[in-house]
């Protein structure tokens, strides 16, 4: 099973909005709506930032968002906050009953 | 509170046998999911495999399969994560985790290790 395809990095200013993109095929992201979003700083483990597509855990910032659309995912963050700046992963359950992440984005805040 | 403790960094030789372990706590072990995950260094997160400690199934990636081997004794609530043959390629931090919710994997995994450094090198 492929890797999900993600922008290797995307920017943007304090304040502004972004939106990392997670593209898969009809086996994964675009047949099942169980696809999550991961943030991780260097040298920590991965948390958890939505579930279910569009779902928030407990404690995450509503400025985190999720959506989906045919084949490809998509995280948005609003309000951009120095402290968001981070890799950023999607993932998502398979039609083989296993699951897949994707290569990860690094955002950058300006 | 609820908790998985993994297991200390491992310096290897090519060639060597390994096991990582990863120890759950505050929940009932055998009512979740534990998954593993390889980050190899400067790298992205890839999923290995997932055990269920209340019946021993498990799923392995098929990138993986062959490669590792992944148990779990209930008895002590913790799982683990063995090489019979180590690479230089194995050379990773190894995360394990817990999903969301009891008897699935899908919907995310908000519960992490700390992560086991593993460096394998002549």
């Known amino acids: 099973q492929s890797a999900l395809t993600q922008p290797a990095s995307v920017s943007g200013s304090p304040g502004q909005s972004i939106t990392i993109s997670c593209t898969g095929t009809s086996s994964d992201v675009g047949g099942y709506n169980f696809v999550s979003w991961y943030q991780q700083h260097p040298g920590k483990a991965p948390k958890l930032m939505i579930y279910h597509v569009n779902n928030r855990p407990s404690g995450v910032s509503n400025r985190f968002s999720g959506s989906k659309s045919a084949n490809t995912a998509s995280l948005t963050i609003s309000g951009l906050q120095a402290e968001d700046e981070s890799d950023y992963y999607c993932a998502s359950y398979t039609s083989s009953n296993t699951l897949v992440f994707g290569g990860g984005t690094k955002l950058t805040v300006l | 509170e609820v908790q998985l403790v993994q297991s200390g960094a491992e310096v290897k030789k090519p060639g060597e046998s390994l096991k990582i372990s990863c120890k759950g706590s505050?929940?009932?072990?055998?009512?979740?999911?534990i998954g593993w995950v390889r980050q190899m260094p400067g790298k992205g997160l890839e999923w290995m495999g997932i055990i269920y400690p209340g019946d021993s199934d498990t799923i392995y990636s098929p990138s993986f399969q062959g490669q590792v081997t992944i148990s779990a004794d209930k008895s002590i609530n913790t799982a683990s994560l063995q090489w019979s043959s180590l690479k230089a390629s194995d050379t990773a931090v190894y995360y394990c985790?817990?999903?969301?919710?009891?008897?699935?994997?899908?919907?995310?995994?908000?519960?992490w290790g700390q992560g086991t450094m593993v460096t394998v090198s002549s």
């Open positions: 985790a817990r999903p969301r919710t009891t008897e699935t994997f899908s919907g995310g995994f908000d519960i």
């Open positions: 505050g929940y009932t072990f055998t009512n979740y999911w």
